[in-house]
């Protein structure tokens, strides 16, 4: 029996820990009900490695992981923008499957 999957967005965001309670707000308003936030451990970017010890370091940066619908994931996307003229991070937006699409709206 083939195992039915529909199309729903992740949205992923890295950013400084500071920043994770307006991002918060970006995620509540556009609806999305489900979100995770996880430690960075450690990682490179632009400006080189970062990990423990430094001053913006691994535990003051976190991700942020929205499983949702298009909409809210555009809508999400929209509002890290304006966060993201004045903060540093990284967003993506990527399509996944999902067995319970129910759960992702």
Known sequence: M???????????MLVE?????????VVKT?????????PALEGRGLDGAWQDGQPV???HM??????????KADAILEGMGALLETWPGVVCASDI???????FT
């Open 2 to 12: 083939a195992v039915r999957t529909h199309t729903r967005k992740k949205v992923e």
């Open 57 to 59: 370091d691994a535990q």
């Open 30 to 38: 556009s609806g999305a009900r489900r979100y995770t936030v996880l």
């Open 62 to 71: 976190v991700q942020v992981v929205v499983l949702t619908n298009e909409a």
């Open 17 to 25: 820990r500071p920043l994770l309670k307006r991002v918060l707000e």
């Open 97 to 103: 499957q999902v067995l319970r699409p129910e759960r």
